[in-house]
């Protein structure tokens, strides 16, 4: 059984910064490509990050880029998001999310992961 779960979210004020955590298990870890999103209620799940299955290449969205970094350890089967200089539109559930197929590049595309966890919540404060 795939689990995803997502660590690290919370209340923090506009310029402050997060390190979210995605501890995966039931699938091998290292040879899957990862990704972050992020929702608001009422809007569609919006793609913040992405990482191919070696780390050695990532994608942001344009409204992150210089922001947040997304990194990985293999070892410990773990996916993270560094989110800095935080602003209170980057509010809303942030779900980390594993591709289906192995040794992938990562995607944009929500439809592209089989996997996903069951979200932390961020919060932004002006």
């Known amino acids: 059984q795939v689990q995803l779960v997502e660590s690290g979210g919370g209340l923090v004020q506009a310029g402050g910064s997060l390190r979210l955590s995605c501890a995966a298990s039931?699938?091998?870890?290292?040879?899957?490509?990862m990704g972050w999103f992020r929702q608001v209620p009422g809007n569609e799940r919006e793609f913040v990050a992405t990482?191919?299955?070696?780390?050695?290449?990532?994608l942001y969205a344009d409204s992150v880029k210089g922001r947040f970094t997304i990194s990985r350890d293999n070892a410990l089967n773990t996916v993270y998001l560094q989110m800095n200089s935080l602003k209170p539109e980057d509010t809303a559930v942030y779900y980390c999310a594993a591709r289906q197929t192995s040794y992938t590049s990562g995607s944009s595309y929500f439809g592209d992961y089989a996997y996903w966890g069951q979200g932390t919540r961020v919060t932004v404060s002006p």
């Open positions: 990482i191919r299955w070696s780390g050695s290449s990532t």
């Open positions: 039931g699938l091998t870890f290292s040879s899957r490509a």
